[in-house]
């Protein structure tokens, strides 16, 4: 068996006894110091710390019994064997060496056989000595390198050990920790309490929850100063005594987090109120710029669909003071309430129009230049508008931006397209030049369809958009009778349970002969 190096301190005043010891360490590969008597072997002793020490008895300045004496008193935290080697062998001076602090008695003239088979033992011992110092010393430096505190205790509640990360959520050393009561680092009453009454339950046997469940208590450091902590018990697998080892955290930090974030939960909850009181405002506001009762009148049907609670799009309609029908399809850029903002812009400029019977050519005019003044850079405001004079059956339209108008015949098909290639509102300032208008004429009775984007591109499943074709083929479906209702259901089952990208609105607008 191979063994360390370990250093052997012989001490003896005969050179001849020196070199046959010398001799015999060398074979069995010890590394050796040499004294001539008790004073040069108690100094070599306190300098070199030999791991071994071989002693005569019978020397000058110090005899052996002094010399192993000193040694012992020394102290240290390890055990250092000390055999007597000495012609003595008288049961009295056996008896005093060993009651000196020595540690096994060799007579002389050795045996080699004897000798080697003693010092392989006390090797064997010395390895298994240190492979636990080092055990320890790794268990030490995991310990020490654990965040959280670490204490032993014993079922007394006292303190027998502490690791470095515990003296420092205690503030203090950790030999400071050792031998107090672990309740008085932890204060709160009702905490406290509780936790010892389960401590004690559990000692007793009648409840085995407490080991690895987590309590939380408030700490106290040693000057006094308090913090909220968490604690885990687990039971150490030691046989002559019950010891608990107890994980202090110190969770001020969470604590504070949980506070700030509880903090933002209710600021942002304010927040949220009174952005619900002022959509609420905003939106009632908004309703009274509409005028329903001009909106719900025969011949008239429209539907908004809004992906936030304010809608971008605006449907108006109103009749002049002669009866000309004016209608407007308004779809702002954006969603919610800035979109909703940008369009409500125009809606008291609609209707002054309406009162004066302006031209459409001067309508769209007014309300493009209007726009342009007030909307930022990057808003505008998709529009159709429409006048008709029923009486004659000939109106005019504007398209700016939004899909193309449809004109439906009597029994569903388009007789007429209107293809919107005008600019949107809001972009830059015009002339009258600038503003083309189309004519509409009809003789049947027929129905005029306006409507935003967010109908024609709505996705369904596969991603296919509802386009054109599914607005031809839900009004060819039903006839002449419901079609925006159609419409409506037609778009349902497209979509499924997804909701569209964007706002929805339709205007349809009948053109009777």
Not at 222 to 227: H, P
Request: glycine share 8%.
């Amino acid at each position: 068996m191979s063994f360390r190096k370990f250093r052997v301190l012989v001490a003896d005043d005969t050179q001849a006894n020196r070199a046959l010891l010398r001799a015999y360490l060398n074979r069995l590969e010890f590394q050796i110091l040499m004294a001539e008597d008790g004073e040069e072997a108690l100094a070599l002793y306190k300098a070199e710390r030999p791991d071994i020490v071989l002693m005569d008895l019978m020397m000058p300045k110090m005899d052996g019994f002094e010399a192993i004496k000193h040694i012992r008193a020394l102290g240290g935290d390890r055990w250092v064997p000390i055999v007597i080697v000495s012609a003595m062998d008288a049961e009295y001076d056996v008896v005093r060496g060993l009651e000196a602090g020595a540690d096994d008695y060799l007579n002389k003239p050795l045996s080699y056989q004897v000798f080697a088979a003693k010092m392989q033992n006390l090797a064997r011992a010395l390895e298994f000595q240190v492979s636990r110092e080092e055990a320890r010393q790794r268990e030490a430096a995991v310990s020490d390198a654990v965040v959280d505190g670490i204490l032993t205790f014993d079922a007394v509640f006292r303190v027998v050990g502490a690791n470095r990360s515990a003296a420092g959520v205690f503030g203090c050393q950790e030999s400071e920790l050792h031998g107090m009561d672990i309740r008085a680092l932890l204060l709160d009453s009702t905490g406290v309490g509780r936790w010892e009454a389960a401590f004690s339950a559990h000692l007793s046997g009648s409840d085995q929850r407490f080991i690895g469940s987590l309590c939380e208590v408030i700490g106290r450091r040693l000057d006094g100063r308090r913090f909220p902590g968490e604690i885990c018990i687990s039971e150490l697998p030691v046989a002559d005594r019950r010891l608990f080892i107890a994980v202090v955290r110190d969770i001020s930090e969470r604590k504070r987090v949980e506070r700030q974030l509880a903090d933002n939960a209710a600021r942002l909850q304010q927040y949220h109120d009174e952005a619900e009181a002022e959509a609420e405002l905003a939106k009632d506001i908004m309703e009274r710029h509409i005028r329903r009762d001009a909106l719900e009148q025969s011949g008239v049907q429209h539907c908004v669909m809004p992906t936030h609670r304010f809608s971008g799009d605006i449907v108006l309609a109103a009749r002049s003071k002669r009866g000309k029908l004016y209608a407007m399809l308004a779809d702002a850029t954006g969603h919610g309430l800035a979109a909703a903002m940008s369009g409500l812009a125009i809606v008291n400029d609609f209707y002054r129009a309406v009162e004066e019977e302006m031209p459409l050519r001067r309508m769209v005019l007014m309300l493009n230049n209007a726009l342009t003044e007030l909307l930022p850079v990057g808003r505008f405001v998709s529009a159709g508008l429409v006048v008709l004079d029923q009486e004659v059956r000939s109106g005019s339209l504007w398209l700016g931006g939004v899909p193309d108008v449809l004109c439906f015949g009597p029994d569903g098909r388009v007789v007429e397209r209107f293809v919107a290639d005008q600019l949107p509102l809001g972009i830059e300032i015009w002339q009258a030049e600038d503003v083309m208008i189309q004519q509409l004429e009809w003789a049947d009775n027929s129905q005029l369809l306006l409507c935003s984007d967010g109908l024609i591109e709505a996705e369904g499943h596969a991603g296919m958009a509802f386009g054109f074709e599914g607005v031809q083929a839900a009004v060819e479906a039903a006839g002449g009778d419901n079609r925006l209702d159609a419409l409506r259901l037609a778009l349902h089952r497209h979509l499924g349970e997804l909701a569209g990208h964007d706002d929805i609105s339709m205007l349809l607008l009948d053109l009777p002969a």
